[in-house]
């Protein structure tokens, strides 16, 4: 799944559910629009499709209906002062001064222009006047994809995209998809697609040139922090899975759950994994939200439901008016409830739904949340269908925390704010013709961080020397490879695969929440 920043929120380009095709708009009553889909912004893009998915797939945030099923089990409706509003017409003056342009352009450009990229581009251009990245004009070609990737099963690289600033961000990679297999992390700056760069272009537009068919190659530029990386990743069939769980290896008694994003079966899948691990004997919980770019709104409150007392407020809609929607816990939402001492991890790539649950079960809930600020997408978006082939994709209202707070572009501060080890953000190495004996450049720093994290005595130095050569011949050693000195296929392979391990079992977000749950147990 991919998103945008959020869609996922909604520069965030996701592709998980699917289109109601029975929502469509009247055209003959346009006073009275009928919404499709309420999102809070998750593109999942999953990069196969329109999100990033690597392609994309919106996840509808504010629907009740799963990411992977067309059915609608009641939307949740933000407040929304459009349906008696007048309709607003172009003045005459507007008209004339369009249609002056088209013609001129039309007749008269140097070269000859389709009239139908010039209407796309007069549409595009009226959202962009928004400078809202979750509001955009899709055409046909983007209005398929959406459709194609809101499947429970898409094909992509796995990972959600946002845009901001002009930047083309990953959110998050999905959990064991080839975007995660190959390193990419959340924060990571897209710079360019199989050698063109993404500069000036609008997200869906990178996101349809990562997308394509299952077994075929596209080439990701990652910039992360001042270091540069090629990453050639091979798109699969990316799953929807949204739940799995285990019982911690260290402490019997806590069950450790993570979730990936929130689609129609997450609720229902969270209570049938908490009855499992309570039966495997846990009596304690770890809620991952790590990595979570969102999802359906109905879902992220199903889940907060289970762990806020009924009465208490777990999220506020807000429209244009000021207007605000209150969605309080109660017996209707569902009667399975989590009583048990309960942790939540939260970092930078938690977003959107993510961070509804995190806020509503940590204000309201008095779960407390471990890890670090979280990404911060707080508006809601919808679509309405313009034709059967093109739809708007618009921000409607803003979402709020219990306590009223609106956590957009600032993110939620957990209570224990633990950053990971340094070695946790370095870029995984791959063979480069400028990391070499005696290169001097930021690969090769990269590198040798990378060894000097695995215990190999190097120091973290830009230059490739004799101390840089022996470490990787240790390394190949250590490791049964061939003893070459030099960064090969198999030995960049060897290496991801080490750094990887050593980052999971050194996880100091994971190990204070096991701390915190001690504490909570005492009490």
């Given amino acids: 799944m991919e998103n945008n ?255 990936t994003n929130f689609a129609r079966p997450t609720a229902e899948e969270l209570e049938t994994t908490i009855k499992d691990l309570r039966e495997q004997g846990a009596k304690r919980f770890v809620i991952d939200l790590r990595q979570n770019p969102g999802g359906l709104l109905d879902q992220a409150i199903a889940i907060s439901n289970m762990f806020v007392p009924d009465d208490k407020t777990i999220v506020e809609i807000e429209s244009r008016s000021h207007d605000k929607q209150s969605y309080k816990a109660s017996e209707a939402l569902g009667e399975f409830k989590v009583t048990e001492p309960t942790v939540a991890l939260i970092d930078g790539g938690s977003a959107s739904a993510s961070e509804i649950v995190a806020g509503a079960i940590n204000q309201s809930g008095e779960v407390p949340l471990v890890g670090s600020n979280s990404f911060g997408k707080g508006t809601v978006q919808n679509v309405l269908d313009l034709t059967d082939k093109t739809e708007l994709k618009f921000t409607i209202a803003k979402w709020l925390t219990p306590d009223g707070s609106w956590i957009h572009k600032k993110g939620i501060k957990p209570d224990y704010v633990v950053e990971r080890p340094s070695y946790a953000s370095l870029l995984v190495v791959s063979p480069d013709e400028d990391i070499a004996y005696k290169k001097e450049n930021e690969k090769v720093l990269n590198l040798n961080q990378v060894l000097a994290a695995l215990n190999y005595d190097v120091e973290p130095s830009i230059r490739f020397d004799d101390a840089t050569k022996a470490a990787i011949e240790a390394f190949q050693r250590d490791s049964n490879l061939n003893v070459t000195g030099t960064l090969d296929d198999d030995t960049a392979a060897q290496m991801t695969i080490k750094l990887r391990d050593k980052i999971k079992e050194n996880d100091t977000q994971l190990d204070k929440a096991r701390s915190v749950l001690e504490e909570l147990g005492s009490k």
Avoid: C
């Avoid at 289109?19 to 999942?44: A, H, S, Y």
């Avoid at 796309?120 to 959202?127: D, I, N, P, Q, R």
């Fill in 5 to 259: 920043t959020n869609n996922n929120l909604d520069n965030n380009k996701d592709i998980n559910s699917q289109k109601d095709p029975d929502k469509k708009v009247n055209k003959e009553t346009p006073k009275k629009w009928q919404w499709r889909e309420f999102f809070i912004g998750v593109v999942l893009t999953s990069l196969v499709a329109f999100g990033t998915f690597l392609g994309f797939y919106y996840l509808p945030s504010l629907s009740n209906g799963s990411t992977s099923q067309g059915e609608d089990s009641g939307t949740l409706v933000a407040p929304n002062e459009n349906d008696n509003a007048e309709t607003k017409h172009l003045s005459e003056e507007a008209i004339n001064q369009l249609n002056t342009i088209y013609n001129t352009l039309y007749n008269n450009y140097v070269e000859k222009i389709d009239e139908d990229a010039l209407v796309k581009g007069a549409l595009s251009g009226m959202t962009s006047a928004t400078n809202d990245p979750y509001t955009e004009y899709l055409d046909e070609t983007q209005t398929q994809s959406l459709t194609e990737t809101t499947d429970s099963e898409f094909e992509g690289i796995g990972a959600t995209l946002s845009q901001d600033g002009g930047k083309i961000i990953i959110i998050a990679p999905i959990k064991e998809t080839p975007a995660d297999k190959a390193g990419l992390q959340a924060n990571d700056q897209i710079t360019a697609v199989d050698g063109n760069p993404v500069d000036g272009k609008a997200l869906t537009e990178v996101v349809q040139e990562i997308r394509g068919k299952k077994g075929t190659d596209v080439v990701i530029t990652i910039k992360r922090g001042s270091q540069t990386q090629d990453y050639t990743i091979t798109r699969d069939s990316i799953p929807v899975t949204t739940v799995t769980a285990n019982i911690d290896e260290q402490d019997k008694s806590i069950g450790y759950i993570q979730i």
